[in-house]
């Protein structure tokens, strides 16, 4: 089991920056691939990023790529999700989520693990 805790999420202008974390609550983080997806009222849970718990391979949804990185600190257990110029269009609830796959995945059903969500708003 591996209890993922979100945070960073708050209301920022257009344009703006902000870095979600995601806690992990075991030792073995260096095992698990970990992801990024957001979702909004009405939509399905979409994928943002990824990024490979062996390898550090990332991997990005062409609507972020460019300006989001993801990136891991194994000594705190924590994966980090950096937005930059952020648009209204992010708005939504994000959720980073751990698989023990090997390499990148941006399946949704790939991950085993979910943290409850951090809301990010964006205004214009």
């Known amino acids: 089991q591996v209890q993922l805790v979100e945070s960073g999420g708050q209301l920022v202008q257009a344009g703006g920056s902000l870095r979600l974390s995601c806690a992990a609550s075991?030792?073995?983080?260096?095992?698990?691939?970990m992801g990024w997806f957001r979702q909004t009222p009405g939509k399905e849970r979409e994928f943002v990023a990824t990024?490979?718990?062996?390898?550090?391979?990332?991997y990005y949804a062409d609507s972020v790529k460019g300006r989001f990185t993801t990136s891991r600190d194994s000594a705190k257990n924590t994966v980090y999700l950096h937005m930059n110029n952020l648009n209204p269009e992010d708005t939504a609830v994000y959720y980073c989520?751990?698989?023990?796959?090997?390499?990148?995945?941006?399946?949704?059903?790939?991950?085993?693990?979910w943290g409850q969500g951090t809301q990010v708003t964006v205004s214009s």
């Open positions: 989520a751990a698989t023990t796959l090997a390499s990148v995945d941006s399946t949704f059903a790939a991950y085993d693990y």
């Open positions: 990024i490979s718990g062996r390898t550090a391979e990332t």
């Open positions: 075991r030792r073995t983080f260096n095992r698990y691939t």
